[in-house]
């Protein structure tokens, strides 16, 4: 019954959202498109619930040939002072920047909600190369669906460590419930407000 319940309520403010945001969403498409070549929208394999791939979609914030300049981390005792995000990182377009300081890069994640692949709430998806260096307690995250936030992200966001995050993943999995859904939500507007661990 709260599994039917969480569902409704993505694709209800999923669909809410994309229609609110798309007059900004147009201007965010404008201004990336003015800031320099490349496509709008950035799409990348991801590794959703029960370890099936989907196709991810959110605003571009890199240079178009970010990804082959990535080095993803090559074994299990990597993940524990990883960060996949670095305010630093050279690759992050002068928009992008923007985007992400404020999480707007990520409105485009809302089809990939309304379509099933994420929910509102869960663990934020990962790249295959991450996933590949999972133990088998590791790999529990992967037991729910993907989320735009969870509980990762109202606790510290880009400024938590991979492993970090997934140690908050699975605590997530491991007590789900709607209320601490609705919980995390709330608790995303201020710390999206507030620019908490962005970058």
């Not at 993505?10 to 496509?39: C, E, H």
């Not at 190369?129 to 088998?136: R, S």
Request: hydrophobic content about 40%; proline content about 6%.
């Amino acid at each position: 019954m709260q599994q039917t319940a969480k569902r409704v309520l993505d694709v209800g403010l999923a669909l809410v959202g994309l229609l609110v945001t798309l007059p900004l969403s147009l201007g965010i498409a404008l201004a990336i498109r003015r800031d320099g070549p490349g496509s709008i929208l950035f799409r990348q394999v991801r590794v959703g619930q029960h370890g099936r791939p989907f196709r991810l979609v959110k605003f571009r914030t890199m240079v178009p040939d970010a990804e082959r300049q990535w080095h993803a981390p090559e074994s299990p005792d990597a993940l524990v002072g990883y960060v996949f995000q670095d305010d630093g990182d050279g690759r992050i377009t002068r928009v992008g920047r923007w985007l992400r300081r404020t999480s707007l890069d990520e409105l485009p994640n809302l089809w990939n909600v309304l379509v099933g692949d994420m929910s509102l709430v869960g663990p934020r998806p990962e790249v295959p190369e991450i996933v590949a260096l999972y133990d088998d307690e590791m790999r529990q995250r992967l037991a729910v669906k993907p989320g735009i936030t969870g509980l990762a992200q109202v606790s510290g966001r880009g400024a938590l460590s991979t492993l970090d995050a997934i140690r908050f993943d699975l605590e997530y999995c491991r007590r789900w419930s709607l209320g601490r859904d609705l919980s995390i939500l709330c608790r995303t507007v201020g710390s999206v407000a507030r620019r908490d661990g962005a970058m």
